[in-house]
Nanobody
Framework: QVQLVESGGGLVQPGGSLRLSCAAS????????MGWYRQAPGKERELVAR???????NVTSSVKGRFTISRDNDKNTMYLQMNRLTIEDTAVYYC?????????WGQGTQVTVSS
């Protein structure tokens, strides 16, 4: 069973930074490609960044140059470093496999960017 727990969200001012973590249970983590997703109010959930099982990252154009995805397979943990945050980054952020597994969606972590 895939279990993922997101943490690290919060309230930050525009231009600030946050680091999100995704803790995975079980031995599956090492073999899966993983992704960070977000859902803003009134919008559909979207992919923000993804990373292969071997650690090759890819981020979407909307966050390129500001967000960095990484993973530590020894710790079964994935990270999303978010810099130069804007109001448009306000959303609930989720981690999941890539492509996502329906049963693996967690509660997410809220990121609010506001002055």
């Amino acid at each position: 069973q895939v279990q993922l727990v997101e943490s690290g969200g919060g309230l930050v001012q525009p231009g600030g930074s946050l680091r999100l973590s995704c803790a995975a249970s079980g031995s599956f983590f090492k073999v899966y490609n993983m992704g960070w997703y977000r859902q803003a109010p009134g919008k559909e959930r979207e992919l923000v960044a993804r990373i292969t099982s071997g650690g090759s990252p890819n981020v979407t154009s909307s966050v390129k140059g500001r967000f960095t995805i990484s993973r530590d397979n020894d710790k079964n943990t994935m990270y999303l470093q978010m810099n130069r945050l804007t109001i448009e980054d306000t959303a609930v952020y989720y981690c999941n496999t890539y492509p996502p597994l329906r049963a693996a969606w967690g509660q997410g972590t809220q990121v609010t960017v506001s002055s």
